[in-house]
């Protein structure tokens, strides 16, 4: 339900919903035309939410991130021990995190020998759920070091063309232009019935990924 993601893209902003700053912090985010007359009865609708699950002792997947976040800005025993579990962090699809998200990862690489943030703001669609694509770019303000991979290995060459041509001079295109792989000829479609039994689809699906090795 819509309600169920918007209360999640709040709680994951890490908006505090007993704050006189809730109202404001919620208008910053994108919530689907909420207009502002609105956002107050949103909020209260969240709190109520928040106090339904307390009440059935529950939790959904925004609680358990939010949870992490608090024992991380309150520095508890729990979440400085965190810190040392880790030699190596990756996040991956990072243009797509939300605040909630970010925090924990930074965290968690902040005495970890590397934390890696793989993405591609190009491919940043998730902005109706709260992601936060400018905290991607926010790494390399803080001197992240930027490192791309050149050859795109998926598209036809038809495809990565138009994408260059989509993203050529804005400021979310990090990587630059990218090329097909040298040998990537015209896509190939493939239809299955409905009908077709699981058995048969798994066998397609091998028979594909038989083909696939054999062309690499």
Known sequence: PAFVTMSAIV????VDLNSPAAVAQASQLPLGGVSADMLETLLEVCRAYQIAKRDARCIDFADMLVGVCDEIRVGSPRALKLQSLYAHVQTDEAQDSSPSRWLIATHLG??????????????SVYGFTGARPDLFKGRLAAGAKLLTLPVNRRSEASIVDAGNRVAEGKDWNLGGACSPRPE????KVSVWKDTDSPGVEASRVESSMFDLEQIQ
């Open 110 to 123: 902040a005495k970890a020998k590397s934390l890696v943030s793989v993405g591609d703001l190009r491919q």
């Open 184 to 187: 990537a000829g015209p896509g």
């Open 11 to 14: 709680r994951e902003a890490l």
